[in-house]
T-cell receptor, first 117, second 109 residues
Framework: GAVVSQHPSWVICKSGTSVKIECRSL??????MFWYRQFPKQSLMLMATSNEGSKATYEQGVEKDKFLINHASLTLSTLTVTSAHPEDSSFYICSASGFRGRDNEQFFGPGTRLTVL | KNEVEQSPQNLTAQEGEFITINCSYSVGISALHWLQQHPGGGIVSLFMLSSGKKKHGRLIATINIQEKHSSLHITASHPRDSAVYIC???????????FGKGTKLTVNP
């Protein structure tokens, strides 16, 4: 149980294009989903928290117009990196909570490696 | 100073050795989490604990709330245990996690 998937697992795009990353909870309805970014050899950095049907809450310093988050259902959240630039290249990981009453426990997706040329 | 400190930063062991990774935190928490991140990047939640001790297979996690300290132990370590182990805490009514910088474990055959 508590499986979270991400798609795609890796993506290469040209500078200026937009990239959408999907995060799905496969076997449970996620009350909350989280989006993280991780630079090489560094720990995860929380970008935003999203709840189904409401606007995402962004962490300080994260541009909400650049990183669009849509949480359309209890099993799907998407992160769109708009007008991507090389500095957006990173490893993006989502997590979801709400599995069978195990509050506060987050289950992580496998991550998406984004490379912007 | 980070709110969550882990030690050691890097750890190399021989197969079969007993491993201990430490985590200290400076804030009030509702739970402490131990996560494992493999070289491919995927993260697995190993434990979430708020008191005492938990055991799963060869992994044991303990927490001392008064001392604000937790340890992750691996018994009979194996090369497949090689990964980055991350300590994270949640609290203050929020699900947000505050992460340590991780401990990179390499177990040699």
């Amino acid at each position: 149980g508590a499986v979270v998937s991400q798609h795609p697992s890796w993506v290469i795009c040209k500078s200026g294009t937009s990239v959408k990353i999907e995060c799905r909870s496969l076997d449970f309805q996620a009350t909350t989903m989280f989006w993280y970014r991780q630079f090489p050899k560094q720990s995860l950095m929380l970008m935003a928290t999203s709840n189904e049907g409401s606007k995402a809450t962004y962490e300080q310093g994260v541009e909400k117009d650049k990183f669009l988050i849509n949480h359309a259902s209890l099993t799907l959240s998407t992160l769109t990196v708009t007008s991507a630039h090389p500095e957006d290249s990173s490893f993006y990981i989502c997590s979801a909570s709400g599995f069978r009453g195990r509050d506060n426990e987050q289950f992580f997706g496998p991550g998406t490696r984004l490379t912007v040329l | 100073k980070n709110e969550v400190e882990q030690s050691p930063q890097n750890l190399t062991a021989q197969e079969g050795e007993f491993i201990t990774i430490n985590c200290s935190y400076s804030v009030g928490i509702s739970a402490l989490h131990w996560l494992q991140q493999h070289p491919g990047g995927g993260i697995v939640s190993l434990f979430m604990l708020s008191s005492g001790k938990k055991k799963h297979g060869r992994l044991i996690a303990t927490i001392n709330i008064q001392e604000k300290h937790s340890s992750l132990h691996i018994t009979a370590s194996h090369p497949r245990d090689s990964a980055v182990y991350i300590c994270a805490v949640s609290g203050g009514g929020s699900e947000k996690l505050v992460f340590g910088k991780g401990t990179k474990l390499t177990v040699n055959p």
